[in-house]
């Protein structure tokens, strides 16, 4: 079984912009929300998203799936968990969990694609990367 906690925690302060007319944060701004969390968890995986690139490997987002479950609002500092779910032999699925103050705003995931640069077509992810981004494992639980 898969460890829930989360690899990477990412914060982000609600802006006016990211509001609708109500003050809630418009459906539309959580992939933005949740794409940046997923670079700053590859950044402290790998110390920059360019590591990839030096590699010829870029992640391009196939799939999304986002689940609202309460509002945030103006101001409202968005703490947004970041987890390997799937790690396939081209494909990298990772979930979000966002929350303000411990309350669940909105749940997701991204399934992305490596794609070799600058042909721009899937290419298996390296096994550097792999050994990164592999699942932990929870402690006690045998798979």
């Known amino acids: 079984m898969a460890d829930a ?3 990477h925690v990412h914060r982000v302060r609600v ?3 990211d509001c609708d007319r109500q003050g809630v ?9 949740f794409e940046a969390a997923m670079v700053e968890a590859l950044r402290s995986l790998l110390g920059s998203y360019r590591e990839l690139e030096k590699h010829g490997i870029d992640f391009v987002v196939a799939e999304t799936s986002i689940r609202y479950l309460a509002p945030a609002r ?3 500092l968005l703490r947004i968990g970041v ?3 799937t790690l396939g032999t081209t494909t990298l699925t990772m979930g979000f969990d966002a929350d303000v103050a411990g309350t ?7 399934r992305y694609v490596a794609f070799g640069t600058p042909e721009l077509r899937s290419t298996p992810i390296p096994d550097e990367f792999r050994r990164l ?6 402690r006690g639980h045998r798979t």
């Open 15 to 17: 802006r006016p912009v």
């Open 83 to 85: 987890r390997v779910r």
């Open 5 to 7: 906690r989360p690899a």
């Open 74 to 76: 103006f101001d409202d």
């Open 25 to 33: 944060v418009h459906a539309s701004r959580y992939p933005v929300f």
């Open 133 to 138: 981004f592999e699942p932990r494992r929870a």
């Open 104 to 110: 669940p705003v909105a749940t997701g995931w991204n």
